[in-house]
């Protein structure tokens, strides 16, 4: 049997450990991982595999570090300080990705006719990707000049509403003669992504 002094220490160490474990909520090591331990090698997997999109990823990814939309004046296509300011900030994304396309897209508010509404939109949207092309896009990339007119409000009002009357640019697929692309070696689109996150 153990001398008391010597039980004592054993059992105060035994008792501060239990106190330290019991007070942390997290696993060791939890805040090295953060829930991503791992997640490149997955996705690198997954698109390799096809299960994940890198089309639909990158689309995530500019809605997430771009703003996507600008907005006009009441029945006007001509683009405002906001709107080259924020065209500028989407060019500066796409010229990092020249094997992948864009659609622009025109919308307006629910005033007027739906005739009119709908060559508004387009007038919107070729105003977009006219200052697209003038920040040196190549226009080919810019896939589709679509106007939705007034289908799809952001507000559902008969009001004049700014938020209405907007262009959204988005991620729309690849460049096919681009040689990322024919040749099948998205890796090299990946690895540009993996290496340029780091700075």
């Given amino acids: 049997m153990a001398p008391p002094a010597r039980r004592a220490r054993a059992l105060a160490l035994t008792l501060a450990a239990t106190l330290a474990v019991a007070g942390c909520d997290r696993e060791a090591g939890s805040r090295i991982d953060e829930g991503g331990f791992g997640a490149p090698t997955m996705n690198n997997i997954l698109y390799q595999t096809g299960q994940l999109d890198y089309t639909v990823v990158l689309a995530e990814r500019f809605a997430r570090e771009v703003p996507t939309t600008i907005t006009f004046a009441f029945n006007s296509a001509t683009l405002d300080a906001d709107a080259r300011a924020v065209l500028g900030l989407q060019a500066a994304f796409i010229r990092h990705f020249p094997e992948v396309?864009?659609?622009?897209?025109?919308?307006?508010?629910?005033?007027?006719?739906?005739?009119?509404?709908?060559?508004?939109?387009?007038?919107?949207?070729?105003?977009?990707?006219?200052?697209?092309?003038?920040?040196?896009?190549?226009?080919?990339?810019?896939?589709?000049?679509?106007?939705?007119?007034?289908?799809?409000?952001?507000?559902?009002?008969?009001?004049?509403?700014?938020?209405?009357?907007?262009?959204?640019?988005?991620?729309?697929?690849?460049?096919?003669?681009?040689?990322?692309?024919?040749?099948?070696?998205?890796?090299?689109i990946i690895y540009r992504n993996y290496a340029g996150s780091g700075g």
């Fill in 101 to 188: 396309r864009f659609s622009v897209y025109g919308h307006t508010d629910l005033v007027g006719s739906r005739a009119y509404n709908h060559r508004l939109g387009l007038r919107r949207a070729r105003a977009a990707v006219d200052y697209l092309v003038s920040l040196g896009i190549d226009r080919s990339r810019l896939d589709a000049l679509v106007s939705f007119g007034e289908t799809q409000p952001l507000v559902a009002t008969d009001a004049q509403d700014r938020r209405n009357r907007r262009t959204v640019t988005e991620v729309s697929g690849f460049v096919q003669d681009n040689p990322l692309v024919v040749d099948g070696r998205f890796a090299q």
